[in-house]
T-cell receptor
Framework: DTAVSQTPKYLVTQMGNDKSIKCEQN?????MYWYKQDSKKFLKIMFSYNNKELIINETVPNRFSPKSPDKAHLNLHINSLELGDSAVYFC????????????FGPGTRLTVL | DAKTTQPNSMESNEEEPVHLPCNHS???????IHWYRQLPSQGPEYVIH?????VNNRMASLAIAEDRKSSTLILHRATLRDAAVYYCILGRYAGNNRKLIWGLGTSLAVNP
């Protein structure tokens, strides 16, 4: 009965590869997010979708592309991975707007070698 | 952009109260103050939020200064499970351009 789930939990890959992280929420929320947490624990929002529509797109390289097939899913695809992409990526959801209580997934630790 | 400032780390003893401070001197009139915490190897979880008045819930209390330039998260009786990074966040509610402005957090250690 996990509220926000992400797969995989760990991802180790080589530079230049393309990878995807999947996120699903069963809370019936309208809005989903992707955050990146670097080694200094700073949490930075990357994208937000509301009812499958992109509403927040922070300054993120266009190698990162979110895809929302329906409002319960928000996947993150990353092309041409770089060393600097190594981080923990969190998916989150909220009922409506970003200032509503957000529920976070367990995170995906991405390591680029 | 408005931001929050928190001590890097704090330490407490089990079953004692903990007061986690946050400065947000550039807060605007419509900004809410949110607190989230992140337990080790987990995603952040909501703790509490408020605008002007002090707030209480089952997890904690939030004391907001009269000028709103600072706030304090109060854990009434710390347990070992409360060891986490606590983030003080400004929730900007300006029309359609809403955002959460995350700080760097305070790492709380709880001693048995």
């Amino acid at each position: 009965d996990t509220a926000v789930s992400q797969t995989p939990k760990y991802l180790v890959t080589q530079m230049g590869n393309d990878k995807s992280i999947k996120c699903e929420q069963n809370l019936g929320h309208d809005t989903m997010y992707w955050y990146k947490q670097d080694s200094k624990k700073f949490l930075k929002i990357m994208f937000s979708y509301n009812n499958k529509e992109l509403i927040i797109n922070e300054t993120v390289p266009n190698r990162f592309s979110p895809k929302s097939p329906d409002k319960a899913h928000l996947n993150l695809h990353i092309n041409s991975l770089e060393l600097g992409d190594s981080a923990v990526y969190f998916c989150a959801s909220s009922l409506g707007r970003i200032t509503d209580t957000q529920y976070f997934g367990p995170g995906t630790r991405l390591t680029v070698l | 952009d408005a931001k929050t400032t928190q001590p890097n780390s704090m330490e407490s003893n089990e079953e004692e109260p903990v007061h986690l401070p946050c400065n947000h001197s550039t807060i605007s009139g419509t900004d809410y103050i949110h607190w989230y915490r992140q337990l080790p190897s987990q995603g952040p979880e909501y703790v509490i939020h408020g605008l002007t008045s002090n707030v209480n819930n089952r997890m904690a209390s939030l004391a907001i200064a009269e000028d709103r330039k600072s706030s304090t998260l109060i854990l009434h009786r710390a347990t070992l499970r409360d060891a986490a990074v606590y983030y003080c966040i400004l929730g900007r509610y300006a029309g359609n351009n809403r955002k959460l402005i995350w700080g760097l957090g305070t790492s709380l250690a709880v001693n048995p």
